[in-house]
């Protein structure tokens, strides 16, 4: 393991390493108060798992077989010091899933797998994790607070209760003895859906303001990476992609309008990735409306989320989950790198060879990334 800090000490030491440092506190240096230091290991490096859109399903207490194998050889191959559950945890289409009772039923079975395997996880949130509300239903707060609970010493408090939504804070990775951070994750909840305000889908959410003031408050110049559910609408207009000849189809038309376009009717595609950018795009992204995007909700000084991160030029890559199939990771004509990790789950659609992302982060600030998919079990 890279992690420095023991499996089961690393919380103690967080908070004697916070007293040591005196004038600085535990919120400035890990962006909660009960967040763990990782550490750099021997080699330089910090390995970690990208883990997205499992859409767990109550299964008598039994994680799907294919699923639970694949994570299990991840861990077994690569050793990571930390797992990234960025949402769509849960299948929330199913409608118990979050019903009391049922919740519990559907997640303990992945809790317990990380806790066996003594990896640390931290979790945050995507679009179904609590489409279904109510009395009878856990909300996402409860969610994470059932995370937390049952993890125990693995689970990675990152959460900063001050901002938009749940599970919206960072992780941060020190050189050995170093009292600032050489590398960041950022990890924060993009919400659900907005509310509607006329006929018609009101698409989806993204990060707000307090989430993007805070990020360019705290992060200085440190390198980070980050990660959320649902990707931005800029990774459609940024030279990542480009259109395929025209459809057979006359009525075919781009929707550039709210942000992505659309395949055809007839299937054949309209996007294609350009030159240099690795995987593959099996499925037209679903980011927020321009609309939604850019109102005042979602901006910080006017600036969006992807403006903020051209400001404060410290990011070298941001991965997203939510549309399932995708893997492209590529870098922009603003240079600004953003990728898809492909959904790890049974209970909803996939490509048939579903799996997570690998990062390798060394403390010089660069990294790499590769997929890992139950072919390659």
Not at 242 to 254: F, H, R
Not at 261 to 281: F, H, N, T, W
Not at 327 to 349: E, H, P, Q, V
Request: charged share 25%.
């Amino acid at each position: 393991m890279q992690a420095i800090t023991t499996r089961r000490s690393f919380i103690a030491s967080s908070v004697a390493f916070a007293a040591a440092a005196g004038c600085v506190s535990t919120y400035e240096m890990f962006g909660a108060a009960n967040a763990p230091r990782f550490e750099f290991g021997p080699d330089g490096t910090f390995t970690f798992f990208h883990l997205t859109d499992l859409h767990l399903n109550p299964n008598g207490r039994k994680l799907h077989p294919s699923v639970e194998r694949i994570i299990r050889a991840a861990l077994e191959k690569y050793r990571p010091s930390l797992l990234v559950l960025t949402g769509d945890n849960v299948n929330g289409q199913n409608g118990d899933v979050n019903a009391r009772g049922k919740f519990e039923e559907t997640v303990d079975p992945l809790i317990e797998l990380f806790n066996s395997k003594e990896v640390p996880f931290c979790v945050t949130f995507g679009n179904h994790d609590s489409e279904k509300k109510g009395p009878d239903r856990f909300s996402r707060q409860e969610q994470y607070d059932y995370y937390k609970a049952k993890g125990g010493k693995f689970f990675v408090d990152h959460d900063v209760p001050e901002l938009y939504g749940v599970g919206s804070g960072v992780v941060r990775i020190f050189k050995r003895a170093a009292r600032k951070p050489s590398f960041n994750l950022f990890v924060m909840d993009s919400g659900d859906y907005p509310e509607a305000t006329g006929a018609g889908w009101p698409g989806y959410e993204g990060c707000h303001t307090d989430q993007i003031a805070w990020y360019e408050r705290v992060s200085g110049s440190t390198p980070c990476l980050w990660f959320q559910h649902i990707i931005v609408p800029d990774v459609n207009v940024g030279g990542l992609f480009v259109d395929a000849p025209p459809c057979s189809d006359p009525k075919a038309k781009e929707n550039d309008e709210n942000g992505y376009k659309m395949d055809c009717p007839d299937g054949e595609r309209r996007m294609l990735l350009s030159k240099g950018v690795a995987g593959v795009l099996k499925e037209h992204t679903c980011p927020p409306y321009w609309k939604t995007y850019r109102d005042e909700a979602h901006t910080f000084e006017g600036r969006t989320l992807y403006d903020s991160w051209k400001k404060m030029g410290n990011l070298k890559g941001a991965y997203f989950g939510h549309d399932h199939m995708n893997t492209f990771d590529g870098t922009d004509a603003n240079g600004i790198r953003l990728g898809m990790t492909k959904c790890c789950t049974y209970w909803s659609y996939n490509d048939g060879n579903p799996g997570l992302r690998v990062f390798k982060v060394s403390a010089d600030g660069t990294y790499s990334t590769e997929i890992f998919a139950e072919s390659m079990v």
